[in-house]
């Protein structure tokens, strides 16, 4: 069971997020300062930096740890007879421009950030800073070293959200780039 303590900083972290999305939904990105979201959640300046280090972009997309562990997880405990490459298809299938369903607030902020270059670069970033713990886990798996190929892959695949989630038909070109990767990587 979360303690007090626990339950109130998630509770702060969540309505920090929260006032941000809708601000910059509201606004645009751009129009909105760090200022302006703690005040509308009701705390300090400082108690913003404090949960979100990373700044505004953070406040949209967190600061990469659930990412990186969402992907491993996807490597990890992907059903049997499922590639390594499978998996991350269908995994990043279900993640915002790739999402056959989203909400409309999901839909209104995947477009808020393939719409603001600050937003995009930082994704972008979140995603290749995922590469050394994603080449490591397909060496896991695999039973090989984490090798030029394998952090080429790791590499090749991080950088999918970026150039095919801005395509004009995103799960089209999702599909495209896995099954480029798949022709040179046939064995994962």
Known sequence: MTGRRERKKAATREALATAARRLFLERGFDQVTV???????????????????????ALVLGDGREREQALTTAVRHRPEGVSILQALHDFLATRGPFDPEPSPQARRVADLVIATPALRTYARALWTGCETALAEVIAEETGRPVDFSLRQLARYVLEIPDLAGTDAAPPAALTAAFTRLQRAWPDL
């Open 35 to 57: 200022a302006e979201i703690a005040a509308e959640a009701d705390t300090a300046l400082s108690t913003l930096f404090v949960h979100f280090p990373g700044g505004k972009e």
